[in-house]
């Protein structure tokens, strides 16, 4: 029988820089081995089964381009030790006066092999990871399942999240019905999210390099000695004259074409998005790309995830400057293009007459003006604003329960 392997994902450093790596235990034959991943490069490393456990001392008939060189040992030579005594392979410089040379390499590695079964939590940071452990382990044969984070909280109880690695792993071995095996619609999903990262990518550094052009521009006009009044036709004719700038949106556009092919592949888009009126695929995307997967929440959850549910008063707070989001962002502006653009802008349309039947009520419970605290409340606008955020609540509740049944629906599909 294999082995079972729980893995704990996380960010492997914070932004004060302690040290978060992630963290690995493996079960096999009751004994429990853990290990800590420091790095994306361990995490790939591992997948191969090229993550060491162990050195040695190096052999003279060692070659280094045997071993991969992030993996090699190093100490820097003292004073008197002459670098031409070793092989030229085991030597590195480093500036002018520091010399070092290989001491040790790796003797043991670990990693997945064939008849195991690894587990990881739904959702978070170790995405990618799953996506690189799934293909390798259709490979080897062996098996990839995740399973919802509200799962492993319950299970977990009282105990420490730093057993959470150990506990996947036992989950696995003695619970394998809370557990959902990666399957080709999950990588696609995950893909797609990538993609979509690439794309927001490549807008922001084309926005970055037009904003900084525009900034050029407006210093050489006010400071030259014959300024020109039309700045933003200028402005225009010094964008389609920048090599940078050209590069840069011939960049965006081939990940957006990527991204708009990718998420029309995907039965999620097809089934659940696509027949939304105004929802086109970078809209979706936004929402798509922030879940991933559904079966990471209960209803709730969800709601309260894309950032567009009420506090414990019944009031839908704004954002503002400085407030931390209670969910995804990326997710929560998904909905408001749908329900506030979208929907507002189709009379007519599911969601743009159920937005029409909230405003409706809101303004005959508000039927008039009123100032508080010197400002207006319940003007055309703020009736808007407070129709769209109920509505985006049944169109979260109404995602959740379409894509919950296409994935039973898909389930129930694989388990015949």
């Known amino acids: 029988m294999g082995r079972f392997i729980g893995v704990r994902p996380r960010r492997k450093k914070t932004v004060e820089g302690e040290a978060r790596p992630t963290q690995v235990a493996i079960i096999e034959k009751g004994k429990v081995k853990t290990y800590d991943l420091p790095n994306d490069q361990a995490e790939l490393d591992f997948v191969f089964v090229k993550f060491p456990i162990r050195y040695r001392d190096v052999r003279p008939e060692d070659k280094m381009a045997d071993f991969l060189r992030h993996q090699l040992k190093w100490r820097e030579l003292e004073k008197g030790e002459d670098a031409s005594t070793f092989p030229p392979d085991r030597v590195e410089r480093l500036g002018k006066k520091k010399v070092f040379v290989v001491i040790k390499v790796p003797d043991e590695f670990e990693g997945p092999r064939a008849g195991d079964t690894i587990a990881l939590p739904l959702g978070g ?16 044969k062996a098996a990839v399942l995740r399973t919802p984070f509200y799962r492993l909280k319950e299970a977990r109880d009282e105990g420490s999240k730093d ?6 792993a036992q989950l696995a071995q003695t619970r394998p019905e ?6 080709p619609r999950d990588l696609g999903i995950i893909l797609m999210r990538e993609l979509c990262r690439g794309r927001i990518m490549a807008m922001q550094a084309r926005i970055a390099c037009e904003q900084r052009l525009h900034e050029v521009l407006v210093g050489k006009v006010f400071t030259g000695t014959t300024p020109e009044a039309e700045i ?3 402005f225009e004719a010094e964008k389609a004259n920048d090599q940078i700038l050209n590069n840069l949106v011939a960049l965006e556009d081939e990940a957006e074409a990527k991204l708009v092919q990718a998420v029309e592949a995907l039965e999620v888009y097809q089934r659940v998005f696509a027949p939304i009126e105004g929802v086109g695929p970078l809209t979706a995307a936004r929402i798509i790309a922030g879940v991933v997967d559904i079966r990471r929440f209960k209803r709730d959850q969800f709601v309260s995830f894309c950032d567009v549910c009420p506090d414990d008063d019944g009031k839908f707070r704004r954002r503002r400057r400085g407030q931390a989001a209670r969910g995804n962002p990326f997710v929560r502006q998904g909905f408001w293009l749908i329900i506030a653009d979208q929907a507002n802008r189709r009379p007519g349309s599911v969601w743009g007459d159920k937005l029409r039947e909230v405003k409706a009520k809101q303004r005959e419970k508000h039927p008039e ?12 606008g703020h009736i808007q604003r407070r129709a769209g955020w109920p509505t985006m609540v049944q169109l ?5 329960s379409q894509w919950s049944a296409l994935e039973r629906e898909s389930e129930s599909k694989e388990g015949k």
């Open 125 to 140: 940071s170790g995405d990618m990871f799953a996506y690189a452990l799934a293909r390798r382990a259709a490979e080897i």
């Open 163 to 168: 057993e959470d690695a150990t506990l996947i």
């Open 178 to 183: 809370i557990f959902y095996p990666v399957r």
């Open 232 to 234: 933003e036709k200028r």
């Open 369 to 380: 003006v009123v100032i508080v605290n010197g400002k207006k409340r319940f003007t055309p």
């Open 396 to 400: 979260a509740r109404w995602i959740y």
